[in-house]
């Protein structure tokens, strides 16, 4: 699956949007890709894994656990690792802080990747490596739909993606003159339980 294969499955769903869009890093861009709405059509979500899990099976070698960052790696993490034969677990916020809680555990030994549905500065891939340096097992690397930082976003550890873009983004002091005309939206779920 290409990456133009993958963006013509969020046109697909309606999840490619053009205007003004204030993305959860707080910068700014014409193109939000509304992952939620892909990820709410099983056939979607379904395509789009399995081509994903063939890539981490290549990249990666055996998964034990899957594990992402709520809200954005819970329905990804958990289709790669039923791709992956393997359990999936999330991080939830608490006090600031990325945590694994509701029983989840990981044994010593056991290979981890982490799973995101979209990766634009990373910041979330490194709160979720932060977290599982608590616990024991191996993280062996990581994986997202769409890496939207063109390869360029430090995720703390090796990340395999299943299309890589760079579509523009800006300060909120720096926007084009295009952008500037147009009223910003936030449609990110970043800080939902803030």
């Not at 046109?11 to 490619?16: F, I, N």
């Not at 994903?52 to 819970?74: H, M, Q």
């Not at 005309?181 to 779920?189: R, T, W």
Request: include cysteine.
């Amino acid at each position: 699956m290409t990456s133009d294969d993958v963006l013509a499955v969020f046109r697909q769903a309606g999840a490619l949007l053009e205007g003004h869009f204030i993305l959860s890093s707080g910068r700014r861009s014409p193109v939000f890709l509304q992952k939620a709405l892909v990820f709410s059509r099983p056939d979607l979500s379904e395509q789009l894994s399995r081509a994903l899990a063939e890539k981490v099976k290549s990249a990666f070698g055996r998964i034990d656990v899957v594990a992402g960052p709520a809200v954005g790696g819970i329905i990804p993490g958990y289709e790669l690792a039923r791709h992956l034969g393997a359990r999936a677990i999330f991080a939830e916020r608490v006090g600031g802080e990325l945590e694994f809680r509701r029983g989840f555990s990981i044994a010593p030994g056991e290979r981890v990747l982490i799973a995101e549905d979209i990766v634009t500065t990373g910041l979330s891939f490194r709160e979720t490596v932060t977290a599982l340096a608590r616990l024991p097992g191996e993280v062996v690397g990581g994986a997202c739909i769409i890496d939207r930082s063109g390869g360029r976003a430090d995720v703390g550890c090796r990340l395999v993606s299943l299309a890589e873009v760079n579509f523009p983004d800006y300060a909120a002091d720096d926007l084009p003159p295009e952008l500037m005309a147009l009223d910003a939206v936030k449609p990110g779920s970043r800080g939902l339980a803030g």
